[in-house]
């Protein structure tokens, strides 16, 4: 070390508070060639993966050291050791690893130096230490006037957090500034888990993408991220309902973390109600039964019950029902199973049933018994029952006239239903219709027919028959009329009426004008919604705009390649060398290509070893296919194919700074925000001609956009079978049996395949993303699986760094979830353009809000979008704008040439 003026010795420094502290300074300034070394202790890493340094110090600037020459420096070296040894005596230089070159950023000519008095400096570096138990720092001065004052290491951790209702325990973040250190959370008490809960801790020391989460158990609810017991008189039934609930009328909970509530003395609850209904009671009697007997049928009807109880589920049964005959009805027995109830005997909804195939001329009880959900945990019984008795008839139901004459007439007739014992004989009544029953005759007979002779001619006659049993008579049938005519037709009971046969007649023809009727008025609907169906499929297709036409259409492959692109002469292309690979056969090559009577152009040559497969011929020039189909000064341009030689080749247009991911991370932090916004606005352009076009995109994404050397970004690869072949994000999801890029495409296309524009417009908002990140990996390297699960949570990226409130909201805009709400290509580019007209409006950045959007929680959404240029931001002059974007040299030529205001230079074209 030198003994010269400036060296080694006591200075005062100011601290942050301006408080003056006594340290050494080395200064050796002097001499050449200075290598000093100062090492701390070792420290141990505790688990860290990297640790930041933190260093305080003053250096002074060299020209505030009058007399020195050359020799001052004004940085020094931070280097560290990774080490098991607690206590390493010697340690050579060269096993120290170089971490940064240090400088002064502040107070660095603020040097008083009468006094000695200078201000602090404070620098941060970090280091990964992965390999050993702890490491030493070194720091090496080469020849500065500087003064350590203090070094703090440390690493970060995510804290103890509760989400969801999971503890995530304090977390040490990863190795690199991007990994993500995947954890997994574990439910706070009372309650139990919904989906494994899983968060990630980021390299910041934030915790980021939430997952999954749990519940609290029934009986308790969540109450500042703990689960609280329900209080009384509340209670809480699933571990998925929302919260505790007061208990439902009619019922109580007496202790705290009640599960359900009791019912108050007289009230119940069935098996099958839920915790959340009020507790019921069982319906009284049913009220006003009447009974109407026809021959061995009963209609029974009756009014619901006064009181139902407070419910709605009562319904009617008959479970006592005696039966007896007449002459002995002390005796009393269940109803015979071949009676017949409709609708049912049990469980009744209606309030009137049919009971029939009762036996003729018999006693019977009919107990109706009101029923609702609680009637058998109340133990309600007789109090909610009505009874009715009634006696069937014993009758035959209908005469035949077998043979007609002038004077006689043969009858005959079937059995009475259910008789209520062996029939003894049959009573025949008949008298002359017009003279009613003044005066009648009776016919006895054992069989069930009988001549009755002796009759007027012409004459109309009633009968009626009844049978007899052991019991006695029966009742007489119903009335039957026949007349003595020559009617060689025998009639049944009140025989047809014409009438009635004229009205089915035409009400046949009626029915058969109606059906056809609505036969027609039903087909013209369905052409009406058909056309109006078309009509909406139409509307997409805007007229005048070109289609693009589907090359898979076309049954021969090569028919369709030479309609849309045109063939080279492979002598006329130089390859000059390999850029790149796709997939398993195909390669990337630049060189040149001269076309006659045109100037050489630089081209990109994609071609097609040998060995491929027919299919993978048809796939590979179907790109070309597609792209020659296109024009547009955002889209790659097709120049021709090579097909008639091999290898195949598609020759397009040369990109200079090849694609825009890896070119974003090549140039990491160095653009403007409006030439990011340009990027985008071009990528956005070029995607609104496709989608004019009708052709969806499918594999939208920084990798496959390429960026010449005027930074205009082409939308490029339009292979048909390239999402599922040649994109190495491609990957298959458990749901679909295809290859996707699943962290750029939409949910509705990952799990049903709905290919759209709007799915498009998602992976645009990705990509607007990997932009404004300078290439960083959407989700960074979360796992497929883990991103489809966060999306469909509503999980959404957050806001790069920097990026400006607006771009985050259209991002966040692309990524709606229902694709109908999210902007079509035409607004972006629209929104675009404004935001470039206004770059104002880009300066508001989402500052430092790291952790990931939940769309559910509005985060991210604070500027309304579509009203921030006009409103917010004043439109800015073009002298502002070209100052904002560093280009304000530009000012008069621009003026010179009339572009004074905004709106004209947004006219400027290309030209
Ligand atoms: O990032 P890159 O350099 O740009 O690497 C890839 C590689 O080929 C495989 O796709 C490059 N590439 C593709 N097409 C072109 C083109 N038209 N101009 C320049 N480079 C291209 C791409």
Wanted: contains cysteine; aromatic residues 8%.
């Amino acid at each position: 070390m030198s003994s010269c003026q400036y060296s080694n010795e006591k200075v005062s420094i100011m601290d942050e508070k301006n408080i003056p502290i006594r340290t050494y300074q080395v200064c050796n300034v002097l001499e050449p060639n200075q290598n000093n070394w100062l090492r701390t202790d070792w420290i141990p890493r505790s688990g860290a993966q990297r640790v930041y340094v933190e260093v305080k110090f003053t250096l002074r600037d060299c020209n505030s050291l009058p007399g020195v020459t050359g020799t001052c420096k004004e940085t020094f070296n931070l280097y560290y050791h990774e080490s098991n040894e607690v206590r390493e005596s010697y340690i050579k230089e060269s096993s120290f690893i170089k971490v940064d070159t240090v400088a002064a950023d502040e107070s660095f000519t603020q040097v008083d130096v009468g006094d000695r008095i200078m201000k602090l400096n404070t620098e941060v570096r970090d280091v990964k230490v992965t390999t050993r138990k702890g490491f030493y720092l070194a720091f090496q001065d080469v020849g500065a006037c500087i003064a350590l004052v203090s070094v703090r290491v440390f690493y970060k951790t995510c804290p103890l957090t509760i989400r969801n209702l999971a503890t995530f325990p304090d977390t040490v973040t990863g190795a690199d500034t991007s990994s993500l250190v995947e954890v997994r959370g574990s439910c706070v008490n009372q309650s139990e888990e919904r989906e494994e809960p899983k968060m990630y801790c980021g390299a910041d020391g934030e915790w980021l993408v939430p997952i999954g989460g749990c519940f609290c158990s029934p009986g308790y609810e969540e109450k500042g991220g703990a689960c609280k017991a329900c209080s009384a008189g509340f209670y809480k039934a699933k571990s998925s309902d929302a919260g505790c609930f007061k208990c439902p009328p009619h019922s109580h909970s007496v202790r705290d973390g009640a599960t359900v509530c009791d019912c108050h003395s007289g009230f119940f609850r069935a098996d099958s109600d839920p915790p959340s209904m009020a507790c019921t009671q069982p319906p009284s009697a049913p009220q006003q039964l009447i009974s109407v007997v026809n021959e061995t049928s009963v209609v029974l009807e009756w009014a619901p019950p006064r009181r139902l109880g407070g419910r709605s589920d009562t319904s009617y049964n008959y479970p006592r029902m005696g039966s007896g005959s007449i002459s002995s009805s002390q005796l009393c027995l269940p109803c015979g199973s071949d009676v017949l109830f409709s609708p049912g005997q049990t469980g009744l909804k209606t309030t009137r049933v049919v009971v029939s195939e009762l036996r003729a001329h018999t006693h019977y009880t009919f107990i109706v018994h009101a029923r609702n959900g609680v009637s058998q945990a109340s133990g309600a019984g007789a109090a909610q029952s009505v009874s009715v008795s009634v006696t069937t008839n014993q009758a035959v139901s209908s005469i035949l006239a077998i043979d007609v004459t002038r004077h006689s007439l043969s009858l005959s007739w079937q059995q009475p239903d259910r008789p209520n014992g062996v029939i003894l004989e049959y009573e025949v009544k008949f008298y002359e219709k017009d003279q009613k029953e003044r005066s009648y005759r009776i016919m006895r007979t054992f069989s069930r027919s009988v001549d009755v002779t002796g009759l007027n001619p012409l004459t109309v006659y009633v009968f009626h028959v009844r049978a007899r049993t052991a019991a006695g008579y029966g009742e007489f049938s119903a009335p039957f009329e026949f007349s003595t005519n020559s009617d060689p037709f025998p009639l049944i009971g009140e025989g047809v009426n014409s009438a009635f046969l004229l009205l089915s007649v035409s009400g046949v023809g009626i029915l058969l004008l109606i059906s056809a009727a609505v036969f027609i008025i039903s087909r013209r609907r369905s052409k009406y919604s058909k056309t109006k169906q078309d009509s909406e499929e139409e509307k997409h297709l805007n007229p005048g705009v070109k289609i693009y036409v589907d090359p898979f259409t076309y049954e021969d492959p090569d028919q369709a390649i030479h309609e849309f692109a045109k063939e080279i002469d492979v002598s006329s292309i130089h390859i000059e060398k390999v850029i790149g690979m796709v997939g398993e056969f195909g390669e990337v090559c630049s060189g040149r290509l001269r076309v006659q009577g045109k100037r050489e152009i630089y081209v990109a040559i994609k071609s097609l070893k040998a060995g491929y497969s027919d299919k993978q011929r048809r796939d590979f020039l179907s790109e070309a296919s597609i792209m020659g189909q296109f024009d547009h000064p955002n889209i790659i341009r097709l120049e021709g194919v090579v097909t008639r030689c091999k290898p195949l080749m598609i020759i397009t247009e040369y990109m200079e700074n090849g694609s825009l991911d890896a070119f974003l991370r090549k140039h990491d932090g160095q653009f403007t925000v409006i030439q990011l916004v340009g990027m985008l606005r071009g990528i956005a352009s070029g995607m609104k001609y496709l989608s004019d076009m009708s052709y969806v995109h499918r594999d939208l994404a920084a990798r496959n956009i390429l960026v010449n050397s005027n930074l205009v970004c082409k939308v490029s690869d339009f292979g048909l079978s390239r999402v599922l072949e040649d994109d190495p994000e491609a990957a298959y999801t458990t749901r679909v049996r295809r290859k996707i890029p699943i962290r750029w495409t939409a949910p509705e296309a990952i799990t049903y395949r709905k290919f759209t524009t709007a799915s498009d417009v998602w992976s645009y908002g990705i990509v607007m993303w990997e932009v404004v990140s300078y290439g960083e990996r959407p989700y960074w390297d979360m796992n497929n699986q883990d991103v489809i699960k966060a999306i469909e949570e509503g999980y959404r990226l957050p806001a790069p760094m920097d990026c400006p409130v607006v771009l985050h909201q259209l991002m966040l805009d692309c990524w709606e979830r229902e694709r109908a709400e999210r902007p079509t290509f035409s607004q972006i580019l629209n929104m675009l353009d404004k935001l470039i007209r206004n770059p104002g409006t880009l300066r508001r950045t989402g500052g430092d809000r790291p952790a990931g959007t939940m769309l559910e929680s509005g985060m991210g959404s604070e500027v309304c979008v579509s009203v921030l240029p006009e409103v917010c931001v004043p439109e800015w002059s073009v002298c502002e704008w070209l100052q904002s974007i560093g280009l304000e040299r530009y000012r008069d030529t621009l003026a010179a040439a009339g572009y004074t205001s905004l709106d004209s230079l947004l006219a400027l074209t290309h030209q």
